[in-house]
C-alpha cells in the first residue's frame, strides 16, 4: 500500500502540515522535529505527488538543463553541480542532451513545455535562433552567442584569459558552435559551484516571479589560480 502524508504524520508524532514544512524544506522546522519526519519518510518509502504538489502551488518543483554533451568532463561537472544547487533549494532536475545543436536546442525548448518542468537553463549553440517561445523561464548558460532574448549567466574568464575583442569573439564561436572541448580548456571544475548556484538561484526567482522583469546577465569571477595554470 502507499504511504500517504497522513501516515508519514503519525508515524513521526507530527501533524501533516509539519510533514508538509519539512518536505518544502521551509526554514522554521526544528531540527528534532526535522530528523523524526525525514526519518518516517525513508521507513515509509514515502513519495510525494508531484501533479498534485503542482495543482496546489503552481509549481512542480523540477528545473529542465539542456546541455550539449554529458560526455565532456566539464558538462558532466556542470550538471552535478547544478544538480547539488537545485537539491539545497528542494528542486529536481531533468536533464536533456542536446549535442550543440540548434534544431535540438528549439525541439527541447518547445518539448520541455509538455513536461512538469518550472524552467529551463539552457547552454545555447552560436546559431540558435529567436523562433523558440517557451512558456516558462529560461537562463542561458555559458558564452555561446545566441539571438534568444533570456537571462544569461556567463564566467568572466571568457572574458579575462583573452587577449582582445577578436579572441573573445573567436572562442565564443567556439563554446556554442559545438566545438565544446575548446571551452573545457579554459574552463574548469573549480568554476563549476557558483556558476551553477548563480544560475539555478536566478531561474527560480524568474519561476517565482509574477510579472516581466528586466533581463539580467550575470557574470560569475573566474577561480584565478586554476584559470591561471589552465591557461599556460
Not at 521507513?43 to 550539449?68: E, F, H, M, Q, T
Not at 524552467?119 to 512558456?135: F, K, Q, T
Not at 584569459?161 to 558552435?177: I, N, R, V
Request: with cysteine; proline share 5%.
Amino acid at each position: 500500500m502507499t504511504a500517504r502524508m497522513r501516515d508519514v504524520a503519525q508515524r513521526a508524532g507530527v501533524s501533516v502540515k509539519t510533514v508538509s514544512n519539512v518536505i518544502n524544506h521551509y526554514p522554521h522546522v526544528t531540527p528534532a522535529t526535522r530528523a523524526k519526519v525525514e526519518a518516517a519518510i525513508a521507513a515509509l518509502d514515502y513519495r510525494p505527488n508531484l501533479g498534485a504538489r503542482s495543482l496546489r502551488k503552481g509549481s512542480c518543483g523540477v528545473i529542465a538543463l539542456a546541455i550539449p554533451d554529458l560526455a565532456l568532463e566539464y558538462f558532466a561537472g556542470l550538471a552535478g553541480a547544478v544538480g547539488r544547487a537545485a537539491k539545497k533549494r528542494g528542486v529536481a532536475v531533468l536533464i536533456e542532451q542536446t549535442d550543440g545543436d540548434r534544431v535540438a536546442e528549439e525541439l527541447a525548448l518547445d518539448g520541455l513545455r509538455d513536461r512538469l518542468v518550472d524552467g529551463i537553463l539552457l547552454w545555447p549553440s552560436a546559431s540558435a535562433g529567436a523562433a523558440a517561445v517557451p512558456s516558462r523561464p529560461v537562463v542561458l548558460l555559458g558564452e555561446g552567442r545566441s539571438d534568444l532574448a533570456f537571462d544569461r549567466v556567463s564566467i568572466e574568464y571568457a572574458h579575462s584569459l583573452l587577449a582582445g575583442p577578436s579572441d573573445h569573439e573567436a572562442f565564443a564561436d567556439k563554446a556554442g558552435s559545438g566545438d565544446h572541448e575548446a571551452f573545457a580548456e579554459k574552463a574548469g571544475p573549480g568554476d563549476h559551484e557558483a556558476f551553477a548556484d548563480k544560475a539555478v538561484g536566478l531561474l527560480l526567482d524568474r519561476v517565482a516571479a509574477v510579472g516581466p522583469a528586466e533581463r539580467r546577465h550575470l557574470v560569475i569571477p573566474a577561480i584565478r589560480q586554476g584559470a591561471a595554470s589552465r591557461s599556460r
